[in-house]
């Protein structure tokens, strides 16, 4: 039936250290991902949006982090971080509260903004207990 393509549906998870040279890591892997995939529409943001997501993993936890990337058969790229805290993460403050000069508190006001959902959930990797934030950008 013309117009009923499927869409290919995959899953990539990179686990990484505590460490924020791994946000860079994540990013790279992230363009290349979504590069070799078709999607460089939804590179820039979201590699902002999963910066945002792994450096918060790395910066507020001691443990081990994880970025998963995946493609549902609808169309919709899920981006989520992982991290060995359970606590929810603070609530987003909007970004007209934040200010220009400040390097902290923008990072869920930016995934707010620019994702077109965004939550966690609670999640176990490496036997410990954790959470995944996570955020959704609609593929056109």
């Given at each position: 039936?013309?117009?009923?393509?499927?869409?290919?549906?995959?899953?990539?998870?990179?686990?990484?250290?505590?460490?924020?040279?791994?946000?860079t890591?994540?990013?790279?892997?992230?363009?290349?991902?979504?590069?070799?995939?078709?999607?460089?529409?939804?590179?820039?943001?979201?590699?902002?949006?999963?910066?945002?997501?792994?450096?918060?993993?790395?910066?507020?936890?001691?443990?081990?982090?994880?970025?998963?990337?995946?493609?549902?058969?609808?169309?919709?790229?899920?981006?989520?971080?992982?991290?060995?805290?359970?606590?929810?993460?603070?609530?987003?403050?909007?970004?007209?509260?934040?200010?220009?000069?400040?390097?902290?508190?923008?990072?869920?006001?930016?995934?707010?903004a620019?994702?077109?959902?965004?939550?966690w959930?609670?999640?176990?990797?490496?036997?410990?207990?954790?959470?995944?934030?996570?955020?959704?950008?609609?593929?056109?």
């Amino acid at each position: 039936m013309p117009g009923s393509e499927s869409i290919e549906s995959w899953d990539y998870t990179l686990y990484i250290p505590n460490d924020l040279r791994a946000v860079t890591v994540c990013r790279r892997t992230l363009r290349l991902i979504l590069t070799m995939h078709g999607l460089i529409g939804l590179v820039d943001t979201a590699e902002l949006l999963a910066t945002e997501l792994v450096s918060n993993a790395v910066r507020h936890t001691k443990g081990p982090a994880a970025l998963r990337v995946r493609r549902a058969p609808e169309g919709v790229v899920w981006i989520g971080a992982w991290d060995t805290d359970p606590a929810p993460p603070d609530p987003p403050r909007p970004l007209e509260q934040v200010g220009e000069a400040e390097e902290e508190g923008r990072g869920l006001g930016l995934v707010t903004a620019c994702a077109d959902y965004w939550g966690w959930r609670p999640s176990a990797r490496f036997g410990d207990q954790g959470k995944y934030v996570w955020c959704e950008l609609v593929a056109a």
